[in-house]
């Protein structure tokens, strides 16, 4: 036995090399699941204190006649008390001339531009226009509306492009705006902090 183990030393170095490996691999996977679950664990408790801060602290600023109001889109079918509230959340991610981010909700039209005070989201920039685009929530899917067709903006899916006009085109986790110099990250969550 002792001849034979000799003679088949290689075997006996592969096997272990090859489980020396396996428990390598296994310490890399098992770092990075533990890391994805701590991003996504920070994640809701973002979603979560953004969607009760903006609960109890946000008002309706485009009331004016002068600013743009949000759009009239009806009551979502299907709900007895006729309620316009949704249960997701949009994550912004800016890039550009500033680097931000945001956790809005939709059902309240979210306003983009470059003019403070007329915007939720500020993106400062001469190609910009003073209010560029709405995010809004229509029978529970998010849209997005270009309310300047004089300053252009596009929508980026994989690698498919298109411009944005003032209709309104759904928005996916995954979709990249494009509004001037800014590049804007798209990512839909529930109230819990999954991603939809």
Same mark, same amino acid.
């Given at each position: 036995?002792?001849?034979?183990?000799?003679?088949?030393?290689?075997?006996?170095?592969?096997?272990?090399?090859?489980?020396? $490996?396996?428990?390598?691999?296994?310490?890399?996977?098992?770092?990075?699941?533990?890391?994805?679950?701590?991003?996504?664990?920070?994640?809701?408790?973002? $979603?979560?204190?953004?969607?009760?801060?903006?609960?109890?602290?946000?008002?309706?600023?485009?009331?004016?006649n002068d600013q743009a109001a949000p759009l009239d889109l009806g009551t979502i079918p299907g709900r007895p008390d006729?309620?316009r509230g949704g249960r997701i959340v949009v994550q912004l991610a800016v890039t550009g001339e500033k680097t931000d981010?945001?956790?809005?909700?939709?059902?309240?039209?979210?306003?983009?531009?470059?003019?403070?005070?007329?915007?939720?989201?500020?993106?400062?920039?001469?190609? $910009?226009?003073?209010?560029?685009?709405?995010?809004?929530?229509?029978?529970?899917?998010?849209?997005?509306?270009?309310?300047?067709?004089?300053?252009?903006?596009?929508?980026?899916?994989?690698?498919?492009?298109?411009?944005?006009?003032?209709?309104?085109?759904r928005i996916l986790t995954g979709d990249l705006m494009l509004i001037g110099p800014y590049r804007i990250q798209v990512?839909?969550?529930?109230?819990?902090?999954?991603? $939809?």
């Amino acid at each position: 036995m002792i001849q034979f183990l000799k003679d088949r030393w290689y075997f006996i170095v592969a096997a272990i090399i090859l489980l020396v $490996v396996f428990m390598i691999v296994q310490n890399i996977l098992k770092s990075q699941k533990k890391k994805k679950e701590q991003y996504q664990q920070r994640l809701k408790e973002q $979603v979560l204190s953004e969607a009760l801060k903006n609960s109890r602290t946000n008002k309706n600023v485009f009331a004016g006649n002068d600013q743009a109001a949000p759009l009239d889109l009806g009551t979502i079918p299907g709900r007895p008390d006729g309620a316009r509230g949704g249960r997701i959340v949009v994550q912004l991610a800016v890039t550009g001339e500033k680097t931000d981010l945001y956790v809005v909700k939709p059902e309240e039209h979210v306003l983009l531009g470059r003019t403070p005070g007329m915007n939720k989201i500020v993106l400062p920039n001469e190609n $910009v226009a003073q209010q560029q685009c709405d995010v809004f929530l229509h029978h529970e899917q998010v849209y997005v509306r270009n309310l300047n067709p004089t300053f252009p903006m596009a929508l980026r899916r994989k690698k498919q492009q298109t411009p944005v006009g003032d209709k309104g085109i759904r928005i996916l986790t995954g979709d990249l705006m494009l509004i001037g110099p800014y590049r804007i990250q798209v990512t839909l969550m529930d109230y819990e902090g999954n991603i $939809v």
